[in-house]
């Protein structure tokens, strides 16, 4: 048995406990290996085949109950669910502190503008870009790095991003605040 996770640490939320040999799609992993005890392995970002999404550490997986279709993101489908505000998850699920905006410089345009935001405390503002394979590259390095990567998951799209060994990931914030109310 394996423990699918809120979060990519040992101590947050359980969501689902995964039976041996149960295959899952890897929806993402991070560049950088996490040491747990004597282990030394990745946290992925997966999918079980009863469409939990979660986290889980490398060394409950087998090459066999890991599927290698990898995901893509056309550039059309990454512009069309970017824009707007996206808000940090962090350990125990809630949103953070942190927050990233996109808006684009025209409809035709796969290039825009970025605001981050942390704690209130700071803004940094920026370009983007839409990559081929779908990336999206920010002008700035910022503290979360300057490569976001947009998967689908059941709950809807999440965006991720590395920056030394931390993994950040967010999820869009859908607000029916209009201009009139702010």
């Known amino acids: 048995m394996a423990i699918l996770r809120t979060n990519p640490t040992s101590y947050s939320f359980e969501i689902a406990l995964l039976k041996k040999g149960e295959k899952v799609k890897v929806l993402f992993h991070p560049e950088q290996k996490t040491k747990i005890g004597d282990t030394e392995d990745y946290w992925y970002y997966v999918q079980s085949s009863k469409g939990y999404i979660g986290w889980i550490y490398g060394s409950f997986l087998s090459k066999q109950s890991i599927s290698t279709e990898k995901e893509t993101l056309d550039k059309n489908i990454v512009k069309e669910n970017i824009k707007g505000i996206w808000w940090e998850v962090n350990d125990r699920g809630d949103t953070g502190y942190r927050s990233i905006e996109f808006s684009f410089d025209s409809d035709n345009s796969f290039n825009g503008t970025f605001i981050y935001k942390f704690q209130n405390s700071y ?3 920026g370009e983007f870009n839409i990559n081929e394979d779908g990336s999206i590259e920010l002008n700035k ?10 998967h689908k998951t059941t709950e809807g799209y999440r965006l991720f991003a590395q920056n030394n060994e931390k993994t950040y990931y967010f999820k869009k914030s859908y607000s029916n605040i209009t201009e009139e109310q702010k």
């Open 123 to 125: 803004k940094i503002e």
């Open 141 to 150: 390095e910022l503290s979360i790095g300057k490569i976001l990567l947009l």
